[in-house]
């Protein structure tokens, strides 16, 4: 069965890959046989350390690009980098995003740019290059990263979750213009996962989430790391436009 999931020979450039999610997504994807790429915007020293830690786990050299998912310029930059060195680009996972959380009433404007600028715009952005590197060989797979709160919602996350329902909408209209190049385009909607996201929360809070749970654990990142392998695989060859929920039966 593991080799269903082979991704030798493949191109993969994952955004906000230095930790949680996207770390456990580089992890899987390399272990699997594909060059990844990485990407990062909080600390240059620690996207050179995760670089490090893929050579000597896996024997491999990692490419990584220090830069903010919703700045258009650097945007353009990394794609052509990645169009010089490897000339095509197979899977492209649009896993960066922010949260940053406000009742109604209490909502800044800066809270709306700097959380639409990563979580929509910059899966807009990344969407747009990497399907014209895909278009080049008629074939690819781009996984976006949307949440359980776009799909239903939350107290407290009206921007947030405004942001990830545009991933949805984003990944279904992309999916229609893209299928006939063969490029498919899906989302995952990831619920109560064990990432940074997590830690401003307090102990009622986490767990009221946790108990909302009908599988009685909280998800962690290589969860949803396992889910975009499948996307990512020539196991879903003839899925497109599709939402998935990794969420333990939080809504059902």
């Not at 990142?221 to 939080?250: C, H, K, R, W």
Request: charged share 20%.
């Amino acid at each position: 069965m593991e080799s269903a999931f082979n991704l030798e020979g493949r191109i993969a450039f994952i955004t906000g890959s230095t930790r949680g999610m996207g770390w456990a997504e580089a992890k899987l994807f390399t272990k699997m046989g594909a060059t990844v790429i990485l990407n990062g915007v909080h600390s240059r020293e620690l996207l050179e350390q995760r670089r490090e830690e893929l050579k000597k786990e896996f024997n491999v050299d990692a490419d990584g690009y220090f830069f903010d998912v919703g700045d258009w310029a650097a945007v353009q930059n990394c794609y052509n980098s990645i169009f010089k060195k490897y000339k095509r680009l197979d899977v492209l996972v649009n896993n960066a995003g922010t949260l940053e959380d406000n009742l109604v009433g209490m909502i800044r404007k800066e809270n709306i740019a700097n959380t639409f600028s990563t979580n929509t715009t910059g899966v807009i952005y990344n969407l747009q290059l990497a399907a014209r590197l895909m278009m080049r060989s008629k074939s690819g797979s781009i996984i976006n990263i949307s949440s359980l709160v776009g799909k239903v919602g939350n107290e407290g996350q009206v921007v947030y979750g405004g942001s990830k329902a545009a991933v949805i909408g984003i990944t279904l209209s992309a999916a229609r213009e893209l299928a006939p190049m063969n490029i498919r385009v899906n989302a995952i909607a990831p619920g109560f996962i064990n990432t940074d996201f997590i830690k401003p929360l307090t102990p009622e809070i986490y767990q009221q989430r946790l108990d909302a749970i009908k599988m009685k654990r909280i998800g962690q990142p290589e969860d949803v790391a396992n889910a975009a392998l499948f996307f990512a695989s020539d196991l879903s060859s003839y899925i497109t436009g599709q939402v998935l929920g990794v969420d333990g039966g939080m809504i059902m």
